[in-house]
């Protein structure tokens, strides 16, 4: 009696569980916002690798969508600064993902990827000297982070 008693416990809770993570209209946690942004960059940075430009655009937009759900719900975290940025960056809107670097900067100064990637940016945007203090910050982290961003410095 106690078995059965115990398996119509753990079905209820299980089939319960199954309803109420359908009715959220939701694919998954609220906090799941940021993990899917990161994996979407993670799928464009592979496609731009492929030279599949196009393709990337579109997953660095959806994103960017994500990780500003994210940061509305969890604000002011680095990580998040740092794809939002990165999303942004790469969607050709150099001033705003500026912001977003240097917002993660604050809280973070020593943040590796966003030291690099905004390091990057000021490359891109052709101010050698803002890149190479960003550099510095890098020194010394023995990080690849540091030897690509020196890199992408010398070429230019």
Do not use: W
């Not at 119509?8 to 569980?17: A, G, P, V």
């Not at 731009?48 to 960017?64: F, Q, S, W």
């Not at 203090?133 to 690509?148: A, H, I, P, S």
Request: aromatic share 10%; with cysteine.
């Amino acid at each position: 009696m106690l078995r059965r008693l115990l398996i119509i416990i753990l079905f209820t809770f299980s089939f319960s569980q199954i309803c109420f993570s359908a009715g959220t209209g939701d694919s998954g946690s609220k906090a799941d916002y940021y993990k899917k942004g990161a994996d979407l960059i993670k799928a464009a940075k592979k496609l731009d690798e492929k030279g599949k430009t196009k393709k990337a655009l579109k997953r660095y937009e959806r994103a960017k969508k994500y990780l500003l759900k994210a940061n509305k719900k969890n604000p002011n975290k680095p990580d998040t600064l740092n794809y939002l940025g990165y999303a942004t960056r790469k969607l050709g809107d150099f001033e705003n993902a500026e912001k977003y670097y240097l917002q993660g900067l604050k809280i973070d100064p020593e943040h590796i990827g966003i030291n690099e990637y905004l390091g990057e940016l000021y490359v891109k945007t052709n101010r050698i000297n803002l890149a190479k203090e960003r550099l510095e910050v890098l020194n010394g982290c023995k990080c690849e982070e540091y030897d690509e961003l020196k890199e992408l410095i010398e070429k230019n």
